[in-house]
């Protein structure tokens, strides 16, 4: 039986990998609040990332001057 290729991962999706990492990091969890810096992502990727932000409900996305981001959550009871 033939192996089949392992799928490459886009730069979309190693950015929303790192955010994920960023977000499920006990630090993150805790304070449910975590900075995100763009650092090699393209500004299409970024835009992306940003657009979902913006759709997600429940978060709050703070612009900062140097470009990155601070995003805030609450964890509602109704999730569970």
Request: zero cysteines; glycine letters at 4%; aromatic letters at 8%.
């Amino acid at each position: 039986m033939a192996q089949s290729q392992p799928s490459q991962l886009t730069s979309y999706d190693r950015l929303t990998m790192r955010v994920s990492r960023l977000v499920n990091n006990a630090r993150g969890v805790i304070d449910k609040h975590v900075h995100v810096e763009r650092l090699e992502a393209s500004s299409e990727d970024w835009e992306l990332l940003l657009e979902a932000f913006g759709e997600t409900e429940g978060l709050i996305v703070a612009h900062r001057d140097d470009g990155s981001i601070d995003l805030f959550w609450k964890v509602s009871h109704d999730d569970f």
